[in-house]
């Protein structure tokens, strides 16, 4: 009797606990379920822009693989832009069986009360569909990298080797200027009343011309009259001889 006495409190807290951690998953259950069915609205209409932003950005993927140039780039951004395609389609394919209409944004009323376990499924699908995404995008750019390192740079303006224009030759122009100019009148000593053979003479400095201009006949008459004047016979204050009568 003792012994069931000190089991009856055990066995009684044993199933309360349990009640109340039932309750408490259930109300935690119960809350998640009530959140996501009253988000199901917005969150059904931001996976389906999403989705058609998704296939809309296909044809310009489309026109991006068109434009390289080496069929193995083509082939393989080929293959990745068809996977893309196919995981879009597919995600639409999803939303539409959630939708009453199929093409609208209401969703089914039992879609709606399990919207947080149908959640989690398209999340996961729409995070592999921008993986695939970015990944088309990086590729695609190192290709584009690749090419553009490949190919030769652009030659500088500058050393571009312009047309040589025919011209005539400057030393021939320049000889026939020359030809054409009457020749310098030479200064020549004779004309400031030198010999011929000074001008031959080296060049000594301004001693040299110095003995040149005493060395010229026109100096040497200029000497000869200076000193005739200043003659005592010529000077009015010289005192004057009388004459004898004749």
Wanted: glycine share 6%; proline share 7%.
């Amino acid at each position: 009797m003792a012994d069931q006495s000190n089991l009856s409190p055990l066995t009684i807290s044993l199933p309360l606990t349990a009640c109340l951690v039932s309750f408490f998953v259930l109300g935690q259950t119960l809350t998640t379920y009530t959140s996501a069915y009253l988000a199901a609205p917005d969150e059904i209409n931001t996976f389906i822009d999403a989705v058609d932003f998704s296939i809309q950005e296909n044809e310009s993927y489309d026109r991006d693989v068109g434009k390289l140039q080496r069929l193995d780039d083509k082939l393989r951004m080929g293959k990745l832009l068809r996977e893309i395609q196919k995981s879009g389609d597919d995600l639409r394919e999803e939303l539409n069986r959630l939708l009453i209409d199929g093409g609208g944004t209401t969703l089914r009323p039992s879609t709606r009360l399990l919207w947080a376990a149908k959640r989690g499924r398209l999340e996961e699908r729409m995070r592999r569909l921008d993986l695939l995404r970015m990944r088309f995008l990086v590729v695609y750019m190192g290709l584009i990298a690749a090419n553009s390192t490949d190919q030769p740079a652009p030659k500088d303006p500058e050393k571009i080797e312009r047309p040589k224009w025919p011209v005539r030759n400057l030393t021939q122009e320049l000889q026939e200027s020359v030809k054409r100019k009457p020749p310098m009148r030479r200064l020549t000593t004779q004309a400031m009343g030198h010999n011929d053979s000074v001008g031959e003479m080296p060049k000594m400095g301004w001693m040299g011309v110095v003995a040149e201009l005493q060395s010229s006949p026109l100096m040497q008459r200029r000497h000869a009259s200076i000193e005739n004047a200043m003659s005592p016979m010529s000077s009015p204050m010289s005192p004057r001889t009388p004459r004898t009568p004749g």
